[in-house]
């Protein structure tokens, strides 16, 4: 992130040879004017002018720094004046003199703040989380402080999204697995994608190596299916792990986790009462034997006070996409209206 700018270090030594050289030798080490950043993961502690020290703040709120007090800080500014900042404390050399420090102004913020809500953004430029990790991290939204990694091990095992018809939810769980597949390989993900509104919504994704399977209500026999499929998958898991010795899919990175996604869920529980059964066993012990799962439903009304779902009483993350009343956001979540967040 960008503290401001000044001079850097040029990483260019020149040896004089002679007296008057001693002063181009050092013009040379300095670039002046350049940008100062610092990683993102430091805490950032802005003192100095109260207006000024604002201003800074502001610019470096709208890049998704972490402004702390100065005890926590790693990296500490002081702020003298418009065009006078002072780097107090840093975990590297970032510069070699006063910097002119990045302002942003109240109106600037709620601008560029507003234009990042409606930006189209790919999942190219959210990146991509690490690939040694135990879990199923996935960068696919924006928030106002930048991108939100959400991962379905240590945030999960399970998720469910809500909204009204319209809302986006099939594009997010299509962004999401696109996302779970850019993160990790077919050897330690595979995916089962379950269509219950028509048939098309994950057509496009079938050809990734990590999707293991496209189920849809168009094909009643794949449906009839699925119950027992489902069940017996569980049950090689835990014999699978039984037999390693391995209390969970941590400790066997032979097994890849099995992410199951559904889309309109209620739909689906509708259709094939016999599944419901299966759902409930894979959401009372389906992160031990690796199985997670993400599901999509319409605009619910028993959401207007419980959960009816086995999924949403155990999953950790509940989204909202665009629900009727400010209550209904609330609901699936168990708390306040549900934050803002670009997909």
């Known amino acids: 992130m960008l503290l ?40 950032v502690a ?3 002018v109260p207006l000024a020290a604002a201003a800074a703040r502001r610019a470096l709120a709208v890049q998704g720094a972490r402004l702390v007090e100065q005890p926590r800080a790693s990296v500490v500014l002081r702020v003298d004046g418009v065009g006078r900042m002072t780097v107090l404390a840093a ?12 302002l ?20 190219a430029d959210l990146g991509v989380p690490g690939r040694d990790g135990p ?40 962004s999401w697995v696109l996302a779970l597949a850019a993160a990790r390989s077919a050897e330690r993900l595979a995916v089962l994608l379950i269509d219950f509104k028509g048939g098309a919504t994950f057509d496009a994704l079938a050809g990734l190596p990590q999707v293991a399977g496209v189920v849809s209500d168009l094909d009643d026999t794949a449906v009839e299916r699925l119950a027992a499929g489902l069940a017996a998958e569980v049950r090689e898991r835990e014999k699978a792990l039984r037999a390693a010795g391995a209390p969970d899919i941590a400790a066997l990175p032979s097994l890849p986790r ?14 094939l009462p016999a599944l419901s059964d299966v759902v409930t066993d894979i959401a009372a012990r389906g992160g031990p034997s690796a199985c997670t799962s993400s599901s999509a439903r319409s605009d619910p009304p028993e959401w207007s006070g419980t959960h009816s779902s086995p999924t949403a009483a155990s999953g950790s993350r ?21 934050p803002n967040a670009t997909g």
């Open 258 to 271: 099995l992410v199951i996604v559904v889309d309109e869920f209620a739909a689906l529980l509708q259709a």
């Open 91 to 102: 975990p590297v050399a970032v510069a070699c003199g006063e910097l002119r420090p990045a």
């Open 46 to 48: 802005v003192l100095g």
């Open 318 to 338: 509940c989204g909202c996409w665009r629900r009727r009343t400010a209550g209904r956001s609330s609901a699936p979540r168990g708390c306040g209206p549900a």
């Open 135 to 174: 879990g199923l991290p996935a960068r696919f939204l924006v928030a106002g402080d930048g991108e939100v990694e959400l991962d379905l091990v240590a945030d999960g095992p399970h998720a469910v999204v809500g909204g009204t018809t319209g809302s986006g939810k099939s594009e997010l769980l299509r």
């Open 4 to 43: 401001g700018t000044g001079p850097v270090p040029s990483g260019i030594e020149l040896v004089p040879v002679v007296e008057e050289d001693g002063a181009l030798a050092r013009e040379a080490a300095v670039l002046g004017g350049a940008p100062v950043t610092v990683p993102r993961e430091h805490a």
């Open 104 to 123: 942003v102004s109240a109106a600037e913020e709620a601008a560029l703040r507003g234009r990042r809500a409606g930006i189209a953004v790919s999942l």
